[in-house]
């Protein structure tokens, strides 16, 4: 359990460096970003890792319900991440379309998790996106909505994220975690 919580502290971390920090990063210039990286990469292995290993308490397990909406929250999640803010017409005037994705994907995994070792791993993850989004209004209240692209852009996108949300749920079938029903 230990790795599961230092990962997450760890992605946090290296996330609000930046903000938390902003007179270290800058004296690092452009090898901050490297270490940045590497502390992300670094997070993400003791995530996947911490969790394999994790056993604690068990709330509740899946639902066809749970999992039909947990499949198309991912799909949104997806499309909200995608290209699709930058490029299309329906999240044009929408701040945070990523964060709020990672968030919506965090919610997503914790619907069908009911156990510690999830609320640990998607529970702090969606903690840091809601607060990522925070740091981020107050540090930067000005922000302008940019000019909305060709909805047949968001069409494209919207495809795609099908698509990758079929094939995410393949491989997590392959790794011992079906998506599907």
Do not use: C, Q
């Amino acid at each position: 359990m230990l790795l599961l919580i230092l990962g997450v502290l760890l992605w946090a971390g290296a996330h609000f460096f930046k903000r938390l920090a902003p007179d270290a990063r800058a004296s690092l210039g452009d090898k901050g970003k490297g270490f940045v990286a590497i502390a992300i990469a670094v997070s993400i292995l003791l995530m996947i890792f911490g969790y394999r290993m994790a056993d604690g308490a068990f709330f509740w397990g899946r639902h066809p319900a749970t999992v039909g909406i947990n499949n198309l929250l991912i799909v949104v999640a997806i499309y909200m991440m995608s290209p699709a803010p930058k490029k299309g017409k329906l999240l044009a005037g929408m701040r945070h379309p990523m964060l709020t994705g990672f968030a919506l994907w965090a919610f997503a995994h914790l619907l069908v998790n009911g156990d510690l070792p999830s609320f640990i791993l998607f529970g702090g993850l969606l903690a840091w996106a809601v607060a990522s989004m925070v740091v981020i209004n107050r540090a930067e209240p000005d922000w302008t909505p940019r000019t909305p692209g060709p909805i047949s852009k968001d069409a494209i996108f919207l495809g795609a994220s099908v698509v990758l949300t079929v094939v995410l749920g393949y491989v997590h079938g392959l790794l011992g975690y079906p998506a599907f029903g």
